[in-house]
């Protein structure tokens, strides 16, 4: 795979259509899928659950993965993973047995990865990093998508990369959030390898192929 992967979130897209807005996508050249799923409890807004993803996995051949912004996430990733998700990334606000959520993800056959949000220090993952595959950094406040990119989080993804360097040189770094055409060069010099981006990408939807090749050369 790529060096830098570019996941295109579904929350900008027409949910009355999303089996043809992911083959667009796959088209356009991304490479996987970030499901925004969102219990109107963790983040102030609901979007989809399990069936939908599950309804949409003919559409595309893409990895899917799906970022569960919901409490108790524990309750549901194994749902997640039969609707074909390989990647679970859970919020390590939302669950009070961090640790023991990602192993249920492991041992259902995922990879696991943990989100923070912009005011949760690292020291929330930093001992479980031997259990991750990615590790997530907002840079919005999650709940919507269209924010603006939060600057200060330029050196949390800087800090991410020293802390997977100390404890577990596999771990990819991803970034969520307010990613465009302005923040893309900054994230990849500073370490991200996945960039999830919602409205930056979704605005070129007339002429996404040639978006998707651009945001691409900007993460090299
Ligand atoms: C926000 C979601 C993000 C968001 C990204 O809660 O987790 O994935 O949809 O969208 P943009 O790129 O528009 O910030
Ligand atoms: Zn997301």
New binding site residues.
């Given amino acids: 795979d790529r060096i830098v992967e570019l996941a295109p ?1 579904i ?2 897209c027409d949910f009355g259509r999303l089996g043809e807005e992911l083959q667009a996508l796959e088209e356009a050249g991304v490479d996987r899928i ?1 499901w ?1 799923v ?1 219990d109107g409890v963790f ?1 102030p807004n609901i979007t989809i659950g399990a069936p939908v993803v599950a309804s949409c996995r003919r559409y595309s051949s893409l990895p899917f993965e799906v ?1 569960l ?1 919901i409490i108790d996430p524990e309750r549901y990733v194994g749902e997640f993973i039969d609707a074909g998700c390989e990647l679970i990334t859970v919020h390590a606000e939302a669950t009070r047995h961090l640790h023991r959520t990602l192993g249920l993800i492991k041992s259902l056959g995922a990879r696991a990865g943990v989100a923070l949000n912009p005011a949760t220090p690292l020291s929330a993952v930093e001992h479980v990093m031997d259990e991750l595959d990615v590790l997530m950094i ?1 840079s ?1 406040n ?6 603006h990119y939060i600057e200060s989080m330029d050196a949390k993804i800087l800090a991410a990369v020293a802390l997977r360097e100390a404890t577990n040189p596999s771990v990819k770094i991803e970034v ?5 055409e302005e923040t893309i060069a900054g994230c990849v010099m500073n370490g991200a390898q996945i960039l ?6 979704l605005a070129h939807r007339d002429n996404l192929g040639q978006a998707v090749n651009h945001f691409h050369q900007l993460a090299t």
Avoid: E, I, R, Y
């Avoid at 999830?196 to 990408?201: F, K, M, P, T, Y």
């Fill in positions: 979130s929350l900008p970030h925004d969102m983040v970022h912004m907002m919005v999650p709940g919507f998508g269209g924010q969520d959030g307010g990613v465009s999830v981006s919602g409205s930056a990408l």
